[in-house]
């Protein structure tokens, strides 16, 4: 019988499905943002089995990261893993930071020009890229649906940071050579935060010492927020999942199960929000996460040609609240993605042509690609590393 090890060694280290699956969650938030856009906060996913299918997206996402970052951290000294995935983030994040700041927000704003350069909230926007989250910029979006939310999604970048920190405590102390150590991390930070998000403890308060609502408090917050702590465990459980692909076998029958039991939690437990089950069954969307990206899809015309995911992810959505405040009878969730999709894979396509691709070359003129590390290792590819 097969193991995840198996597919991928019959793949030069490539995860067939990886690049299908990539494209698909993001496709997926942005069709989740549309409903939230078009709509305002109406808690469309509250449906039985809707609702754990829209909380595992980003899950999901983070356990994909995991999976295919822990092959470069194995075989990168930690200064040039952090260095690999500073070139990989930042460019285009910061290219999506200054156009809000200094072309879409001055062409949507209510307020006058002066009074928006001069304003505190246009200068902290560009702390969003050290992962210090503003939403707001002055006066924009402020009549929408869902208002004075230039780009939602970025609440998700602190949390990245904080997978990368994670992942440099796993090579420092050598965890990453030993797959028990690993695991057991995992389960030990795994039941930390299960305890914190059931007794509704944020670890921002440290005790008290940093009360809601200080800045203390509210920039840690961004970091180990209770809304995105077990994405930390997710991304933890991928890289898990990579250090024993040797021996966790890809099997359609347990990939099946991954997905049912899942969805018919939520019908049997209807008052059990989605975030909470995925939070209890994350080893299962952890191995669907592996077992879809072990499986050959089928290749997406248009989206084969180069790595979309992390731009249609980071730049659709303020285009997509630009949408909105230009047509404002657009309240159709659906006319709305279906507009929204085609204009995030252009900016996308633009964003990895011309941004990401030829920064993430420049990895050649350091010496941190696969030469690095045991060359008998079979890893995921550069193509395959996400985000």
Known sequence: MKTIGTVLDEHRGIGPGFDFLRIFLAVMVLLDHSFLIAEGEKYQFNQPGITVLQAAILPMFFALSGFLITGSAMRLPLKEFLLNRGIRIVPALAVDIVFAALILGPLFTTVSLSAYFSSYEFWAYFANIFGIIHFVLPGVFENNPFPATVNGSLWTVPYEIGCYAIMSGLIVFGFLKRPRAALMASIVIAAIIIFLKVSNISPASLGGLLPPGSSGFTLLDHFVGLRGLMLYVNFMLGAVFFLYRRVIVKHWALAVISAIVPIGASFALPNVSGATLCTLFAPMLVYLTAYIGMTRMPAIPLYRRGDYSYGIYLYGYPFQQ??????????????????????????????????????????????????????????????????
């Open 322 to 387: 630009a949408l909105v405040n230009l047509f404002p009878k657009l309240t159709s969730p659906w006319l709305h993605f279906a507009i929204s999709l085609p204009i995030a894979t252009v900016i996308a396509m633009g964003s990895w042509h011309f941004i990401e691709k030829p920064i993430l070359r420049l990895r050649k003129n350091f010496s941190f690609t696969a030469q690095k590390g045991k060359r008998q290792e079979i890893m995921p590819g550069a193509k395959a590393v996400v985000r």
